[in-house]
């Protein structure tokens, strides 16, 4: 499954503790390499791991995994009506199914269009970073669909308490949802680039959130063209309520003028920490393992989110 020089530069940190980083030394053919050279390297993982004290790469990937399996099964039910193929589902921790989402009727061919190569890329992240972890791959835990968009929609005030938010009634719907993730999502990757070891691993993770830039440039643009700035601020207000005191979020304009970056004052994108990213996945400011998109809470060892200030 991966070459020898992949497995030199990636194996070091690729499981989220020492059993997995084993299963992983036989899966990828570190045999190959010879017994002696693969028991040196899984000793060094080892004390390398015990001695820093934060999460393993693996970790951190299993993270984004999490995140790429909520955005997958998203994009890929709005844009064919089906989620996830069963051979990309499975792994490590409590396997869950999906509660809601289906085909959008979409109205505009160019939503539809970058909708549909956006699902593409979602599939493929899902992949690659299951891939990449091997047998330490967590599998899909519990997605909400439904009730959470309207949990998210209700708090920013695009409804009102016991209606209801359908993600995939319309193009302006589906855009509103999608903004949702897509700032998170740049976030997420921001704030895991400094936790994350193995150079490899950080270029391909620096990859996937140059993509989800992309995504989300593409999706803020799209809602300004459209007249949802109003309604984008409030789902920026509504993240920010969530993910402590710091203004983590803007919304698409500032006094008429667009903006379509959110940057600080150095042109530099945010930064989330994973805590910070499941007090919003979870729709909760308070430490909490479980909520929001994910019921029974993402699979893996960063789990919880942060206590707000």
Sequence with gaps: MFDKLFVRNAIDRSAENGL?????????????????????????VASEASAAGAPSDGAV???????????AEF???AVHGTGLP???????GTPGGVSGGRQVNFKNAVIKQFATEIAADELAHVKFLRSALGSAA????AIDIDAAFTAAATAAGLIKPGQKFDAYANDDN???AAFVFEDVGVTAYKGAAPLISNKTYLEAAAGILAVEAYHAANIRTTLLNRGL???SRAISDARDSLDGSTDLDQGLNRLDTANIIPTDGNGIAYSRSAGQVLNVVYLNPAATTKGGFFPGGVNGEIRESAKSN
């Design 75 to 77: 994009y890929l039910r």
């Design 174 to 176: 589906f855009l509103l």
């Design 61 to 71: 990937l299993n993270f984004a995994l999490n995140l790429e399996y909520l955005e």
């Design 138 to 141: 967590v599998a899909r835990p």
């Design 20 to 44: 997995d980083r084993r299963r992983f030394l036989h899966s990828a053919g570190v045999a190959g390499l010879g017994v002696a050279a693969a028991g040196a390297l899984s000793a060094g």
């Design 86 to 92: 069963a051979s990309e589902i499975g792994g490590k």
């Design 229 to 231: 700035a109003v309604a």
